[in-house]
């Protein structure tokens, strides 16, 4: 049972473009919401996180969108490059008892130059 | 941040045998964990790895099978035994040293024919 629901599967945006990932979850005991980048052949590195007491975080051309309400979360890379085509995978911890992240199913971004 | 290797990188094995593999964390870091992923999936935590006492296992993981050690706060291992084909796979060694912030090694890949 996933306890991270991420969507699109996958998306193709031009050089330039916005991409979108979403994520829903329904633990209101998270507290703590990564994004992790992997490229093919490479383990996942952390890209940008957001505590639910914050609605946005920034990040160069990164950013979270944070919903508590409505439980769910979003990555925006604005002026997606081809360097950004990678696999995302959306994340939420909760740290006590067992620190353990549960993961989404990942979205494979690919930038058309 | 935390700097993770794991050794080997990659390898191929026969079945019926067993593989141990290396992390090393360049600091200190409060809790390890194993992961695996299949190609173009998720990542699937296997266990905790705690320092100085048995790792806990997540549903449908057993010692017998992955026994991980954790004698110090930098070093870990994960051994995969009595290998099938159906434990080919990407191992990941993954560690934090906040509450929060999770950083994971370049994994090992590994082909059991």
């Known amino acids: 049972q996933q306890q991270v629901k991420q969507s699109p599967q996958s998306l193709i945006v031009q050089k330039g473009g916005i991409s979108i990932i979403n994520c829903a979850y329904e633990?209101?005991?998270?507290?703590?919401f990564p994004w992790y980048q992997q490229f093919p052949g490479k383990g996942p590195a952390l890209l940008i996180a957001?505590?639910?007491?914050?609605s946005e975080k920034k990040e160069g051309r990164f950013t979270i969108s944070f919903n508590k309400s409505a439980k769910q979360f979003s990555l925006h890379i604005m002026d997606s490059q081809p360097g950004d085509s990678a696999t995302y995978f959306c994340a939420a911890k909760q740290v006590l008892p067992d620190y353990k992240l549960s993961f989404g199913a990942g979205t494979t971004v690919t930038v058309r130059a | 941040s935390a700097v993770i290797s794991q050794k080997p990188s990659r390898d191929i094995c026969q079945r019926g045998t067993s593989l141990t593999i290396q992390c090393q964390v360049d600091?200190?870091?409060?809790?390890m964990f194993w992961y695996r992923q299949q190609p173009g999936q998720s990542l699937t935590l296997i266990a905790t790895a705690n320092q100085g006492s048995e790792a806990t296992y997540e549903s449908g993981f057993v010692i017998d099978k992955f026994p991980i050690s954790r004698p110090n706060l930098t070093f870990s291992t994960l051994t995969v035994s009595n290998m099938s084909p159906e434990d080919s796979s990407i191992y990941l060694c993954?560690?934090?040293?906040?509450?929060?912030?999770?950083?994971f090694g370049p994994g090992t890949r590994l082909t059991v024919t």
């Open positions: 957001i505590r639910p007491d914050v």
């Open positions: 633990n209101t005991a998270f507290d703590y």
């Open positions: 600091s200190q870091v409060t809790m």
């Open positions: 993954s560690a934090s040293g906040t509450k929060y912030e999770q950083y």
